[in-house]
């Protein structure tokens, strides 16, 4: 085994692996603290989560690997985790594997122990939830259990520190240390097609170790087509000969009968070495629970409880936060910087650049920390409850009709709220097929930021009755989400529904350090990759509309800057769907929308009021600006925001406020809004095209992160593509009567254009299946 590192050549390594629930990650807080870094394996964008340990003193790196059953691939592009976990053990990277096994679920534990064995790896077992496994009534005997696997067996309670130092001395102790001896007895053709390939290899194992060669030959037997395009050409035959052999002889598949040969074991190892005393308080408790939480009446209004709950906590409590980190960060970033750069004479542009470009896209990227930060405390909350799995359980037929596990409604109700944390949160779908269809339902999901927009143009066109307007595009956008799902199931993302293998966990408290521990290690993901690509795209449209044809950077909030000229230009692609040419700061508010939705009503505003604000008398000179009295404001915001909390908790959409008409909006605004649109009708074409088109630049990065820049590419097209048409129906079917042959021609053509989409998506479909990738796949690596 290699005794290296990517970081330091004299540091040891140990891959920390075992099943999901198994409290591997926990085990790994423990182990790391505060050390994490969060970072991607070679190639993919699989979590590559890596810290480092203090063993007797010396260092060692600890990597995390991805939480899984079985060493196997699964079917079609599910394996992603899979084929990363079992790369990086077989290529010997590793000194030492920690595999993390679930004592209150022992034997189906124990199958990835088996396959761990099977590899030639040096193995440690850490058999946490003890105390969970005493409380059920569950006694293992240790020492019996290390004899027959023939490595070390600790047990520990991470969540309560209970046994972690033993585990620390016995990692000690076995680095470096020999790798553990097999112990799986397969059927007696297996056994000798296995020593067959193992010859015709020898030391041909690709970017596997040679001592993985007994592991590579069964795994070329299950059937696993990955690694064998990876190893010599003459390899392929001598398979399929010898799993031709196994079926004669043994009368069964050589998968089926390897895999049973590992189930055996690891059920004769878990029945020979613990037993039941009792029925334990664990057991009766989460029965009592789960009597109401899985009930088929009350199952799915727990379900919409608990989602409601944590909508509320997401937005409201998140959001409280929202104006003091905007306005801390505006203060420092933007304001201050550029008081700093305006008093040692900077030019313009440099103050353009750094301080309301760079320094304005940091603010954005600030604004979503909260929110972010939020939901991922309350999903690690609902995760290590246990309850998650229990909200997949009751979901999962009503998702599997549209093709998505029944864990997908999550992410998809916290959309409502905002839709970067609704990205972020389909990491809890194992398979990159299911979390790209949700994906590309998500942007749909309509987000508080465009409230605002709709707020506007219910004030100026639907004074009464508004809030049954915007009820009506929040079920849009959910008809929308699942007219995307059916399409993209029946197009470039076909295949069956993920196959319904759930483990329900026992209920457990989460602990304080760990829920913020893990909490602080998914936010700072979040913030390094996804704020990247934000605070640049801001940055870039910052400098556009403050650049003016002349070269000079106080075009700001006016419509002689580029990025308003370009829109001038731009607006006649938008007359179909209602805006005339004249109205062009509507065009203006789309694009500014790209910052956030919320920022199309400032631009309106902006552009609307300029000519009044240039023909009204010159205020006195602004006060200087104060960093101090900045961060004050920014503090005060926090109470403020909590005190009307409790309204918002019987109505987290605000929707009520809309029902009056008295909107905190200038009478110039509602004014130019009226004459600028074509009525109700055409403000209702232009909030459709704000509820469906193309998501802000924090929403795209949040989906570059996840699924790389192809994905992003064709939400960002789908999106748009889709706003355009739905937009352009209604205002051209609801004009008809006064020009019937353009409206008419303008349908048409759309539902051809509708048509040869989707043909198009079909045919991409099955020719990236045909030749055995699949698109999710792809855009899995980035690569699509």
Known sequence: MSSTSSQDPRQRTIALIGPPNSGKSTVFNRLTGATQRVGNFPGVTVDRKEGSCRLDGQSVAVIDLPGLYSLTPQDGDGGLDHAVARDYLASGAADLVLNVVDATRLEQSLYLTVQLLELGLPVVVALNLSDAAEDAGLRTDIETLSQRLGCPVVPVAATIGQGIPELKAHLFGRLPCPATSTLVAHAPAVETAVKAIESQLGERTGPWCSSSQRWLALTLLEGDHTVLARLPADIAPLVSDHRARIQEAEGDEADSLIAGARFELAHTLASTTQRRTSEGRAVDRTDSIDSVVLHPLLGIPVFLLVMYALFTFTINVGGAFIDFFDLAAGAIFVDGFGTILTAIGAPDWVRV??????????????????????????????????????????????????????????????????????????????RPRDRALTIAMAPFMSCGARLAVYALFVAAFFPQGGQNVVMGLYLVGVLVAILTAVILRKTLLAGESSPFMLELPSYRMPRLRDVLLHTWTRLKVFVVKAGQVIALVVMVLNVLSALGPDGRFDHAGNDTSILAQVSKTAAPLFTPLGVEEENWPAVVGIVTGLFAKEAVVGTLDALYTATAEADAPADAEEAAFSLTDALAEAVATIPENFAGLGALLAD?????????????????????????????????????????YVPCVAVLGAIRRELGWGWTGFVTAWTTGTAYIVATITYQAGTFAQHPESSLAWILALGITVVLVITGMATVGRRTRSAGTSPAALAREGRA
């Open 353 to 430: 650049l750094a301080a309301d470009g760079l320094g304005g896209g940091i603010q954005v990227v600030a604004t979503f920390i909260p929110v972010v930060g939020a939901l991922y405390l309350a999903l690690t909350v609902l995760e290590d409850s246990g309850y998650m799995a229990r909200a997949a359980f009751v979901m999962d037929r009503a998702m599997n009709r549209i093709g998505l596990p029944g864990k997908a409604i999550v992410p998809l109700i916290v959309g409502f709220g905002c839709n970067v944390p609704a990205v972020m949160a389909t990491r809890v779908l194992e």
């Open 652 to 692: 987290p959409l605000d929707l009520e406020s809309l029902a009056d008409p008295g909107v905190e909006e200038t009478s110039p605004t509602l004014n130019a809004l009226a004459h600028g649109f074509d009525g109700p009708l055409g403000a209702l074409s232009y909030m459709l095209f704000v509820l469906l």
